[in-house]
């Protein structure tokens, strides 16, 4: 079944403490990219990737790293999580028919 | 300003019922749009995309009026299962996209 898949899907964490949220695809698109999405402010996106070892910054990158070793992963990473980094967070790969954003199920994350 | 600005609703409408949502957009230069559709903060799905000449799904049509900077889509014969959040969507450089806050409507028995 073609895919986006996150983990983990809910954590709770406290300041500072590093963290990873992973995100992989098995459509073999090239296209990948993170949101989060908060209330009032609709989904705004984080960082994009183009293709493996190509990443952007999208609108909100402050406080996050991205890397793209692979094709299919693209793993989100908070160094020093921070309250205001409590989110529902939203990894997507683009691609098909319509070039459209194919989202994973989402990462609830809280920040204590 | 926001890149892309909708009416949050909710609309409440019901079964049977045509409505209609609109979305504007900032930056002129905008080349692609889309509506997705978000079920209670689970993941948005493709609705359709908008093309500049219109473009009809079954009872979904999407309109592009680039004069005025805004995308439209008009439900008809509105199902329970539409019921959901409708996300307008942007781009102009083909990798950044601009989501909207969402319209809420639910549809009433």
């Known amino acids: 079944e073609a895919q986006v898949t996150q983990n983990p899907r809910y954590l709770i964490t406290v300041t500072g403490k590093k963290l990873t949220v992973t995100c992989s695809q098995n459509?073999?698109?090239?296209?990948m990219s993170w949101y989060r999405q908060d209330p009032g402010l609709g989904l705004r996106q984080i960082y994009y990737?183009?293709?493996?070892?190509?990443?952007d910054k999208g609108d909100v990158p402050e406080g996050y790293k991205v890397s793209r070793k692979e094709k299919r992963n693209f793993p989100l990473i908070l160094e020093s999580p921070s309250p205001n980094q409590t989110s529902l967070y939203f990894c997507?790969?683009?691609?098909?028919?319509?070039?459209?954003?194919?989202f994973g199920p989402g990462t609830r994350l809280t920040v204590l | 300003r926001k890149e892309v600005e909708q009416d949050p609703g909710p609309f409440n409408v019901p079964e049977g019922a045509t409505v209609a949502f609109n979305c504007t957009y900032s930056?002129?230069?905008?080349?692609?749009f889309f509506w997705y559709r978000q079920d209670c903060r689970k993941e948005p799905k493709l609705l359709m995309s908008?093309?500049?000449s219109g473009n009809e799904d079954g009872r979904f049509t999407a309109q592009l009026n680039r004069a005025s900077q805004y995308i439209s889509l008009l439900i008809r014969d509105s199902k329970l299962s539409d019921s959901a959040t409708y996300l307008c969507?942007?781009?102009?450089?083909?990798?950044?996209?601009?989501f909207g806050t969402g319209t809420s409507l639910t549809v009433i028995p």
């Open positions: 990737s183009m293709n493996v070892e190509v990443t």
């Open positions: 997507a790969s683009r691609g098909g028919s319509y070039n459209e954003q194919f």
């Open positions: 969507v942007v781009t102009w450089t083909g990798n950044q996209f601009y």
């Open positions: 908008v093309y500049s």
């Open positions: 930056n002129s230069a905008s080349q692609s």
């Open positions: 459509m073999n698109h090239e296209y």
